[in-house]
Every structure is written in C-alpha cells, then in structure tokens.
C-alpha cells in the first residue's frame, strides 16, 4: 500500500531553533506539494515541486523558509530560525502529473508533522 | 486571489443525507475538489469536479456550477465514521502550474 511517508511525526523546539522536516512521496510520483494547516488559516500551500523542480514556492516566507528536493524520493521543508507563530501540522502530499495530461487530479497526503515552537 | 466559504459546522443523524455547499470567487477556474479530513489525520481525496452536473460515487456525490461559482457534497445513508471535516477546494491555472486553494473546512458531526 503505497503511501507518503513525513518525519518526525511531532516536533518540538524552542524558538530560534531551526527545523527540518522530510516527506518521502509515493514511489513514482513526480509532483510534490507542502501545505501547513492551522486552525486560524487552515490549510495553506506553502510549495511546489515537479520533477524536483520548484514550481512555486510564492506561499511560502522566504526569509526563513527553504524547501528542496535533493532527490525524487525526499523532500525538505526546513525553517531557520523558527517562531512561536510558525507552530502548526505540515503536510506533504504527492500526485503523479502524466504526460498526456496537463495536470494531477488527487493528492495524496502524508500523515504530517505537528510542529510547536515555544 | 480565491475566496471560498464553506459552512463551519453541520450536524446530522446516523443513516440521514447532509449537503455540503461550497461557493468561490476565482478566475482561471480549473476544477473543484473534496477532501475529507479526520481529526488529527491528513486529508484524503474524495471526488472532482471540472465541467457542470453531478458526479457520483457510492454514498457520495459531489454537484459543480461554474456559472454559479458553486458545489456541494452530498453524504448520503451517513455512517458514524463520516464525522469528519469536509475540505473544498479551488484549482486555478497559473503560470507557474496548477495549484489548489482550500476553503476552512466544514465539520460535520453524525449524531446516532
């Protein structure tokens, strides 16, 4: 049962600090998506990957946000240095694009990571 | 940038029918979608939408009006394990890819 896989599943820092989290998509698929999810401002795109190339990253604060892909099957998000303001559940989700298609039509969503900057 | 407003929270009997209404404000409309998400899980795809009319599938349906700029999603025969957050969202064309804008998320609680 193919699924995409997120690490650690909780995290908990101190501000300041800095914070990687990593996704492994679903072996073959070619897209990868991180939103962050809270309650105030539920779930937002923060980035996107296809063939592990940035194709938008414009969700994201780029003074402290960074995200890559070193090889198809990882994924990064990483923050430096982190705020009590960025404490929420990040999500990586992964969908095949085909080539005879112009887009994917399902994500598919790892289980997140819970992140709380005090 | 997309608006999307969905209800906050419905609340149904075990084996009744709850529709979900979703309503956008968007240009460069390139599909709807529902998702379902359980508490403290990630969420899970359930159905598409990208010309007008009613797609089915099993107890779920999912309606689109583009003129409208509208949707629902349709829960029929609801079970105790459908209480849940529905997510609607909002695919744009953009330069840079497609990308998917989320509404709140309704709450949806089934009452035995």
């Known amino acids: 049962d193919a699924r995409v896989t997120q690490t650690p599943r909780d995290k908990v820092t101190e501000m300041g600090q800095e914070v990687t989290m990593r996704c492994q998509p679903i072996l073959g698929h070619n897209t990868v998506f991180w939103y962050r999810q809270t309650m105030m401002q539920g779930l937002e795109l923060l980035a996107y990957f296809r063939n592990r190339a940035p194709l938008d990253d414009s969700g994201m604060p780029k003074d402290r946000f960074s995200a890559e892909m070193p090889d198809a099957t990882l994924a990064t998000l990483k923050i430096q240095p982190s705020e009590p303001r960025d404490s929420a559940v990040y999500f990586c989700a992964s969908g095949l694009r085909k080539a005879s298609a112009d887009m994917i039509n399902e994500q598919f969503f790892g289980p997140g990571t819970r992140l709380t900057v005090l | 940038g997309q608006n999307i407003d969905q209800p906050t929270e419905m609340t ?65 025969e609801l079970q105790m394990k459908d209480s849940a957050s529905y997510l609607c969202a909002v695919r744009v064309f953009k330069a840079a890819g497609n990308k998917l804008t989320f509404g709140g998320g309704t709450r949806v609680l089934v009452k035995p």
């Not at chain 2, 084996?15 to 969420?43: D, K």
């Open chain 2, 12 to 76: 149904a009997t075990e084996g009744a029918i709850v529709q979900i209404n979703c309503t956008y404000q968007t240009s460069g409309f390139n599909g709807l979608f529902w998702y379902q998400q359980h508490a403290g899980e990630a969420p899970t795809f359930l159905s598409y939408n990208v010309l007008d009319g009613l797609e089915e599938k099993g107890r779920f349906s999912s309606f689109l009006s583009r003129s409208k700029g509208y949707s629902y999603l349709l829960l029929k």
